[in-house]
């Protein structure tokens, strides 16, 4: 070992173009990003909305059958529970995600 003679590789160093390409592409991928985040919100939002209204107008509607009435607000309680279900699930595994330090 000692004695040993080392060899370099030799590096090569990408052009400019490279360096603005990527540059590019990462700022489509944090736009795509964004706006998947802006329509998903959005859609929750909105879906929410919705089914709160239409068990709040069929709950208060005492025309409708009973099991419909019961039928929606076990729907929506469903929802709901699995909707909290999940992000807990998901902050739970962020909290203790081995490898959320490892840069890609």
Same mark, same amino acid.
């Given at each position: 070992?000692?004695?040993?003679?080392?060899?370099?590789? $030799?590096?090569?160093? $990408? $052009? &400019?173009?490279?360096? +603005?390409? #990527?540059?590019?592409?990462?700022?489509?991928?944090?736009?795509?990003?964004?706006?998947?985040? #802006?329509?998903?919100?959005?859609?929750?939002?909105?879906?929410?909305?919705?089914?709160?209204?239409?068990?709040?107008?069929?709950?208060? +509607?005492?025309? &409708? !059958?009973?099991?419909?009435? #019961?039928?929606?607000?076990?729907?929506?309680?469903?929802?709901?529970?699995?909707?909290?279900?999940?992000?807990?699930?998901?902050?739970?595994?962020?909290?203790? +995600? !081995?490898?959320?330090?490892?840069?890609?």
């Amino acid at each position: 070992m000692i004695g040993e003679e080392r060899k370099e590789t $030799p590096v090569e160093v $990408p $052009p &400019d173009e490279s360096h +603005d390409a #990527f540059r590019a592409e990462a700022y489509n991928r944090m736009e795509r990003g964004a706006g998947w985040i #802006f329509l998903s919100v959005g859609s929750i939002v909105l879906i929410a909305g919705g089914l709160y209204e239409l068990a709040v107008s069929l709950l208060r +509607d005492a025309a &409708d !059958p009973w099991w419909v009435r #019961f039928g929606v607000a076990a729907l929506v309680v469903g929802l709901a529970v699995l909707f909290v279900s999940v992000v807990r699930e998901r902050i739970f595994v962020f909290k203790r +995600d !081995p490898y959320k330090e490892v840069e890609r």
